[in-house]
């Protein structure tokens, strides 16, 4: 009995003890060392890409309702061609490891499968609502996110903390309110002809988007984000071709043109260009996990703009939603997700040194990165001149050392 009376006080103590460190670590908070800055520049490019997607979807939505035109081959198609004519030109044009022949050399059958991964993740999104209803792929689509994480724990060494979990719970929750908001209104669209497989498609495409953007991450924080662009300009432009003869050969000259027909065009291609042009850097800022995370407000955007272009009715939940979604987006992004160091992560190509000097300082030449260069390496060399000098001089002063203890014992003596 008494020793039982004596574990109670000790527990005691330790619960009292965890309630103190937890109301000092409350009063120690400060929210402008959360708020910062850099989160809010973080967030305010992530719902700029979500905006950009936006416009995609209310562009395709024109051509699709107003026009008859359904081919999502060829809107890629553009894509891709404009990303081939600006980065793939950039690596023609450099001269070095960077150059297009050394990377095609050393990576070309990765970026030809990262390539194909990506087209086919754009055509089974927009497969998929053939056959199955909105609110399918509006849930489905969130399998993105845990994929990522998983891969990103797996390739990229992240490691997630409990408020990095509960801030995707969060976001998954505002995307629940917004689903939600969509039955309410009646707004649930698409077709039910076969659920099993639009479902399917829908997995089928967030995996295959996980793979990608943690592929986009890696290339982007440890090659080069021109390096990417440019081998992803220059595959998707190959591998939609092929696709769009094979399968839209029927669709593409059943199209009548007019000017508002192509400017939709102009305006998906435009806005998927930007989106593919912006996103790397987002993601060197944060991770390919937050992005999606910001990017899950695109389909609120689309609803405001369905109001008033679509007749859409508006719900509350929407806004809901909307707030949930920003509220978890900046909960996972104010705790930092460590990563596990290792050699790929700490080393960086000489193509992504030269990116990142010609971004900090656009007035930059060659000639100043080779000065850089020089300055980095000189450096280095001194502090190896610094230990050879400091080794001699420790064996200087130990032999002197003992000199001066030889003349010392025989003075007493």
Known sequence: MAAKQSEEPGEGNNSEGQCNGFLMKLRAFKPSEVLTWQLAKTLAMGQGLAGLICGTAVSSQYLATEFQVNTPMLQSFLNYTLLCATYTTMLICRRGDGNILQILKRRWWKYLLLGLVDVEANYT???AYQYTTLTSVQLLDCFVIPVLMLLSWWILKTRYKLIHYVAVCLCLLGVGAMVGADLLAGRDQGSSSNILLGDGLVLLSAALYAVSNVSQEYTVKNLSRVEFLG???????????????????????????????????SAYALCMYALYSFMPIVMKLSSATSVNLSLLTADLFSLFFGIFLFQYN????????????????????????????????????????????????????????????????????????????KTRASDLSMSLGQETFQVGFSTKL
């Open 231 to 265: 081998m992803i300009g220059l595959f998707g432009t190959i591998i939609s071709t092929v696709q769009m003869v094979i399968l839209e050969r029927n669709e593409i000259p059943g199209i009548i043109w007019s000017w508002q027909v192509g400017l939709l065009f």
């Open 125 to 127: 999104v927009v497969k």
């Open 314 to 389: 508006f719900s509350g939940l929407y806004l809901v939603s909307l707030v949930v979604i920003l509220v978890g987006f900046i909960t996972f992004n104010a705790v930092p997700t460590p990563t596990v160091s290792t050699d790929a992560n700490t080393s960086s190509s000489p193509s992504s040194i030269y990116e990142e000097s010609v971004y900090e300082n656009p007035g930059a030449t060659g000639n100043e990165f080779a000065t850089e260069e020089a300055a980095v390496s000189i450096p280095a060399e001194l502090e190896e001149e610094e230990d050879v000098n």
